[in-house]
């Protein structure tokens, strides 16, 4: 059978736990015995652990009688871990037992757990998209992504926030069992097999500026204030009273981004709006947020979202 440990705590997620659980649980009703997944939750102590909901989670194993081989060995998120590092027992776990494992990982802000153990250097890892540039800032010999749902770094899992739990371990039964038995677990479940898309289209995709009367900030609130209409560099430039050349460099080094793809992140946010609460078409919600043509908003939202605009309609329109 294939071993598989979720170190749990007091305030762990709870749906961190139970998504992999049910999807490895699922998978189980599908292949061979001797291929099945053997699930054990670690924790500190053999009583009750209260996640953040309140719920009572019961571990099968302590840290102390589970410092062995797993074929897979994850640990799940908290609301707490991004603010407050995790418990010496389980970091000791951590450090003794995923140098024994096969695969090891972790579920939303779990890669803290991971931070604190050193064992995100030089890896491409991702949690969910708030506490994301927090990982980065923490851990910054960490290649942190802030869109993907779960990426494989070699033997490494890491996931999204929360659900995205479940798109990682049925990522682990795609491999294990092939595409099939995942594709069957997903349709038991009623999830995706593939999510489309990444976590920008989940989260506020604009961030404030640092310093709100700083002239980035200017450029930035005229732009959101004026959307509909076309902008070029010199023209932004000259909002902010700068020089085209100066104002480019510094707007990147602040930002991370360029003003092109700026602007097109309102103009993004804006139709994310439109489509998710009215039925205008396409062209119309184009044309009102500065793409001009459907076609371009397709184009854009493909490219940084990963979905089409019907397609992000269908999955959050609310009417």
Request: charged share 20%.
């Given at each position: 059978?294939?071993?598989?440990?979720?170190?749990?705590?007091?305030?762990?997620?709870?749906?961190?736990?139970?998504?992999?659980?049910?999807?490895?649980?699922?998978?189980?009703?599908?292949?061979?015995?001797?291929?099945?997944?053997?699930?054990?939750?670690?924790?500190?102590?053999?009583?009750?652990?209260?996640?953040?909901?309140?719920?009572?989670?019961?571990?099968?194993?302590?840290?102390?009688?589970?410092?062995?081989?797993?074929?897979?060995?994850?640990?799940?998120?908290?609301?707490?871990?991004?603010?407050?590092?995790?418990?010496?027992?389980?970091?000791?776990?951590?450090?003794?037992?995923?140098?024994?494992?096969?695969?090891?990982?972790?579920?939303?802000?779990?890669?803290?757990?991971?931070?604190?153990?050193?064992?995100l250097n030089g890896k491409r890892v991702t949690t969910h998209w708030q506490n994301a540039p927090q990982l980065a800032q923490q851990f910054p010999e960490a290649q942190v992504d802030l869109d993907s749902i779960y990426i494989r770094d070699d033997n490494l899992l890491t996931s999204a926030g929360v659900t995205a739990g479940i798109d990682a371990a049925l990522a682990i039964v795609a491999e294990d069992h092939g595409a099939g038995i995942a594709l069957t677990v997903a349709k038991r479940l009623l999830v995706f097999a593939q999510r489309r898309g990444g976590q920008s289209q989940f989260s506020p995709y604009l961030i404030a500026p640092i310093d709100e009367h700083s002239p980035m900030a200017k450029v930035q609130q005229f732009v959101m204030n004026h959307f509909q209409q076309q902008f070029s560099v010199d023209r932004l430039a000259a909002i902010a009273g700068m020089s085209s050349r100066n104002f480019a460099r510094l707007f990147v080094q602040l930002n991370q981004i360029?003003?092109?793809?700026?602007?097109?992140?309102?103009?993004?946010?804006?139709a994310r709006r439109l489509l998710e609460s009215s039925n205008l078409p396409l062209k119309t919600i184009a044309f009102e947020c500065g793409f001009m043509t459907a076609e371009r908003m397709r184009i854009v939202f493909s490219k940084r979202l990963g979905v089409t605009p019907n397609t992000y309609r269908m999955s959050f329109n609310a009417l």
């Open positions: 059978m294939r071993s598989v440990a979720i170190a749990i705590f007091p305030d762990v997620q709870a749906l961190d736990v139970a998504g992999p659980v049910d999807v490895f649980a699922e998978a189980n009703q599908f292949v061979a015995q001797s291929e099945c997944y053997e699930i054990r939750l670690i924790g500190s102590t053999e009583a009750p652990i209260r996640a953040s909901n309140g719920m009572q989670l019961v571990a099968d194993l302590t840290y102390a009688d589970a410092v062995r081989s797993f074929d897979i060995a994850l640990i799940a998120g908290g609301p707490k871990l991004p603010v407050a590092p995790p418990r010496k027992n389980l970091i000791d776990w951590v450090i003794k037992t995923i140098p024994l494992c096969k695969r090891y990982g972790s579920i939303c802000t779990g890669a803290f757990v991971l931070g604190q153990a050193g064992l360029t003003p092109h793809q700026f602007i097109d992140q309102i103009r993004i946010d804006n």
